[in-house]
């Protein structure tokens, strides 16, 4: 099932991550696959998740540098960012992520378009600029044949 929301604004994104959560992540775990240009609201997603699970909302930054990281709250979050990784080093990463997704939780991967496959029951959020503040987000399930796991 996809579904698509029109956002205005950094908030109104946000809004829209707790909105996932609370429809889709209430197991208490998950996995967030981001995909967008620069700029078109990943991490604005994320401080809205990370709201959602209880934590602090300033603590969010993209961990475009550092690779990951961790937001405590009711529920942990962690942040991934795949920017800057060439694909083989995202394969090198992989086995990584899916500690961080068995550990239980969120975990969140913006620039999830360059993992080889997405993975198999994550939500996936597509995220487009649409001019100004504009965004449209499309929100999916994935499904697969077969799951990727290093």
Not at 129 to 149: A, F, H, I, N, P
């Amino acid at each position: 099932m996809t579904t698509r929301f029109n956002t205005q604004s950094e908030q109104e994104t946000e809004a829209v991550a707790a909105t996932v959560f609370q429809n889709t992540l209430t197991r208490g775990a998950g996995t967030i696959l981001l995909c967008g240009d620069l700029g078109a609201g990943k991490t604005a997603f994320v401080r809205g998740l990370v709201t959602a699970a209880g934590g602090d909302p300033q603590d969010v930054s993209s961990p475009t540098f550092v690779l990951m990281q961790e937001y405590a709250g009711d529920l942990m979050v962690y942040h991934v960012d795949l920017y800057r990784l060439r694909p083989e080093e995202v394969l090198d990463f992989e086995p990584q992520i899916h500690d961080l997704i068995d550990r239980g939780g969120i975990v969140a991967i913006e620039w999830a378009d360059r993992l080889p496959t997405p993975y198999d029951g994550a939500i996936q959020v597509n995220i487009e600029d649409q001019g100004d503040d504009d965004r449209l987000l499309t929100v999916e399930c994935v499904t697969t044949s077969t799951t990727s796991r290093a």
